[in-house]
């Protein structure tokens, strides 16, 4: 029994784990294929009596790590050392391998036979045809029908007419029983239908009834509807005439509260408008606009030019004495002299 074996790989810790790519179903034949035709693939084929997956031997002596257990370390160390140097060795037997020369320029190397006996290579695979003529399949016949073989013996008796019963007098009691429940029956069916009659008659009377307080119902509370808005709308009028009474018995006592609060207080008002400049004489607040500004600006530019004159008559009354002096100076040296 062989099985189809995927390229393993093992974990960086040392544990086996085992991968395999989803692939289709491929199409059997009924017959086994030969082993050329099996190998075409690149699967590997092996023996599951050497498949690592395939417990052997007693199971309850096994120590199996749980999966978040951490390997020993140096069993780690170990098989990366001995990976390496199976590496190492076959790299180092891959470079003493002896070779073959590289070819001169424009040659290159051909694969030869080198066997005792030589054999014709052709890339065409020689092939023969055989023919075997097998014989037509035959329809299968029809399965015969299964009959079980009789056992015993087969008996037969004679029985005259008259024998065994009257068929008039035998067949009485049943006639009576049929009559007897046919007419059971019939008579139960009619007082089924003058029940339902009557139950009809007592639903039909049941209904006018129901329909008849339906609508006293309806008129009632139509009537409670119409005297429920009625009620409603006179309460509403009630109480916007109320509003309109106490707003206007609110508007009389502001307007008599406001007639007694300016009684004093119009006066007062007035006083102080027309102490701050609010109420004034046209005439009076012309002249204090008008004419008593252009007043004083002539009052002003006339005392500027009486100041000036003044000034220059004070200059010259100035003018004059210093000189007098000055000569009145000269003169009184010239009097002590002539003396």
């Not at 009596?49 to 052997?56: G, I, N, P, Q, T």
């Not at 199971?59 to 990976?83: C, M």
């Not at 012309?286 to 000034?311: C, Q």
């Amino acid at each position: 029994m062989t099985s189809l074996l995927q390229p393993q790989k093992e974990a960086p810790n040392g544990t086996y784990t085992f991968a395999s790519r989803p692939r289709p179903v491929q199409n059997r034949t009924k017959y086994r294929e030969p082993a050329a035709e099996q190998s075409d693939g690149q699967s590997n084929y092996g023996n599951i009596m050497y498949d690592r997956r395939v417990v052997r031997g007693n199971t309850y002596a096994q120590h199996i790590l749980p999966v978040a257990a951490q390997p020993d370390p140096i069993e780690v160390q170990r098989q990366q050392e001995s990976r390496r140097r199976s590496v190492a060795r076959k790299r180092a037997m891959e470079q003493f391998r002896p070779r073959t020369p590289e070819a001169l320029e424009g040659r290159k190397h051909i694969d030869v036979q080198t066997e005792l006996y030589l054999e014709e290579l052709n890339d065409r695979i020689e092939d023969t045809s055989v023919e075997c003529q097998t014989d037509a399949f035959l329809d299968k016949p029809a399965t015969p029908l299964f009959i079980p073989a009789k056992s015993g013996k087969d008996v037969a008796t004679q029985i005259e007419e008259g024998e065994l019963f009257d068929f008039d007098m035998e067949v009485r009691p049943v006639l009576e029983v049929l009559v007897g429940k046919t007419v059971e029956q019939a008579l139960l069916e009619v007082m089924e239908e003058e029940e339902l009659a009557s139950l009809r008659a007592q639903q039909r009377a049941f209904e006018e009834l129901r329909n008849a307080e339906l609508v006293e119902v309806q008129r009632l509370e139509e009537q409670e509807r119409r005297h429920r808005e009625e009620k409603e709308r006179r309460i509403t009028q009630q109480r916007e005439v109320l509003k309109k009474e106490m707003e206007t018995a609110d508007k009389i006592a502001a307007r008599a509260f406001a007639q007694h609060y300016l009684a004093d207080l119009l006066p007062s008002v007035y006083t102080t408008l027309r102490e701050h400049g609010y109420f004034y004489d046209p005439v009076e607040r012309d002249i204090e606009t008008g004419f008593l500004p252009w007043l004083m600006a002539h009052v002003s530019n006339t005392l500027e030019k009486r100041y000036v004159a003044r000034a220059v008559l004070d200059m010259l009354i100035h003018d004059v004495t210093q000189k007098r002096l000055e000569l009145f100076q000269q003169m009184q040296p010239h009097d002590h002299s002539t003396q």
